[in-house]
C-alpha cells in the first residue's frame, strides 16, 4: 500500500480543518462544539460512531474488510486557558483560550487519517478505533474514557504527540519512559492566630509552612534513590492576611513527576509523613489531600521498534530521532497499560525556527510547522497499517 499517495489524498483536508479547530479551542471537558463540529466531519464521511457515555469524546470504529486484530489510534480535544499571540492568521478566536499545545494537529491528523482509511477499508486486516479524548490537560479524559469501556476488545493502541522541541522532519518513538507520571497535592497548615507583636500567643502557620517546604526538599534528595528520577515542586503557598497577624491558616500546593511505579507509589505517604510531624513541631497541625492523576507513558519495546520501522518507510531511517524523556505528564498511559499487545506513544517534531515554530508548549505564542502535522498523519497511516498486517487473522 502507498500510504504516502493515501496521506497526500488528504493533505489540503488536514491542514484545512487543523485550522479551522485552531480559530475555535475549548477548555478541557467543556469540548462540546468541539465534539459536534468532529461528529459533522465523520458524518459526511459515513463514519461509524458512538458517543463515549455523557461525556465530549467520541469512538470511531472502521471494521476491514479482512479478519485481523483490533488497535486504537487516540487523540485529544481540549486546549488550554491561555490568551494567543502568535502570528497565525487563524489565531483563536474564543478569548482567553488557546490550542497551545498542539491538540487542534492531533485532531486534525486523527480525522483525515479516518478519512483516508475509510477510502480502503476493504483492504484493511482487523479493525480500527480511533477515539477523540477529552481532558488531557486535566488528566481525566483517559479515566473517563476507561469508565466507559472503550478498551473493551482492543488488542494493541498507538498515539501521538506534536512536539516543538523535536525539528520537523524528526519523530522520536524511544523505547522505555517517554512521560512522567503526575500527581497532584494540598497540605492544610492549621495554627492559631494572633497578634504580630505578640506571637507567644499564637500558632504561626506560616513559619511551621516554611520548615515543610523546606523538609520536603529531602524527599528527593535523601528518600529517592540517585539512580531513580523524581520530581516534588511547591508551585504555591499561600497564607497571612496582614503583616502584623499571626496566620491561623496556610496551604501549600504541589505537584510530583516520576518515571518510576515504585517511587510513585511512595509519594503520597512521604509528603503526608514529613507534612504532619513537622507541622507537630511547632504545635500546627497538617492535614494532606493528594491526587494521583496519570501514570507514566512508558513505551513498549516491541511497539517502539515496530513504529521505527513505520518512520523509516514514510521519511527514511534519518528521520528517527532520539529524544530524552519529558517530565511532563500525559494520560495515553491508560491505554498501554489496558492493551494486551501494548502500545506506545511517538513524539513528531513540528519545531522550526525560521518559521516562529519554536515555542514552548502552553506559551501564548505556541506555533507548529505544519508539514509536521503531515508527517505526523502519515505515520498514523503507516504504523496502523504495519500493525495490523504483522497480526492478521
Known sequence: MDVKALAESVREYLLDIRRELHRFPELSGEEYETSKRIK????????????????????????????????????DMDALKVTEESSVDFKSENEGVMHACGHDGHMAMMLASIKAMLTIKEDICGTVKC???????????????????????????????????????????????????????????????????????????????????????????????PLDNAVVTLGCVRAG?????????????????????????????????????????????????????????????????????????ILGEDAVCTFAPLTVAEDFSVYINAAPEKGCMALVGVGNPEIDADWAHHHCKFKMDEEGIFNGMMLYLQYTMDWLEEYKG
Open 40 to 75: 459533522r466531519e465523520l458524518d459526511s464521511m459515513g463514519a461509524e460512531y458512538i458517543p463515549v457515555g455523557d461525556t465530549t469524546g467520541i469512538l470511531v470504529t472502521i471494521r476491514g474488510g479482512k479478519p485481523g486484530k483490533t488497535i486504537l489510534l487516540r487523540c
Open 131 to 225: 477515539l477523540f479524548q477529552p481532558a488531557e490537560e486535566i488528566g481525566k479524559g483517559g479515566i473517563w474514557m476507561m469508565e466507559n469501556h472503550v478498551m473493551d476488545g482492543v488488542d494493541g493502541c498507538f498515539g501521538e504527540h506534536l512536539w516543538s522541541g523535536i525539528p520537523v522532519g524528526k519523530i522520536s518513538v524511544d523505547a522505555g519512559p517517554r512521560l512522567s507520571s503526575c500527581g497532584f497535592f494540598d497540605i492544610h497548615v492549621k495554627g492559631k492566630a494572633s497578634h504580630g507583636a505578640m506571637p507567644h500567643e499564637g500558632i504561626d502557620a506560616v513559619v511551621a509552612s516554611s520548615a515543610i517546604v523546606m523538609n520536603l526538599q529531602t524527599i528527593v534528595s535523601r528518600e529517592v534513590s
Open 241 to 313: 492576611t496582614q503583616n502584623n497577624i499571626i496566620a491561623e491558616e496556610a496551604v501549600i500546593s504541589g505537584t510530583t513527576r516520576t518515571y518510576q511505579m515504585g517511587v510513585r507509589e511512595k509519594f503520597e505517604e512521604r509528603i503526608r509523613r514529613i507534612a504532619e510531624t513537622t507541622a507537630e513541631t511547632f504545635n500546627a497541625k497538617a492535614t494532606l489531600t493528594y491526587r494521583d492523576e496519570v501514570a507514566p507513558v512508558i513505551n513498549d519495546p516491541v511497539c517502539s521498534e515496530r513504529a521505527a520501522k513505520s518512520v523509516a518507510k
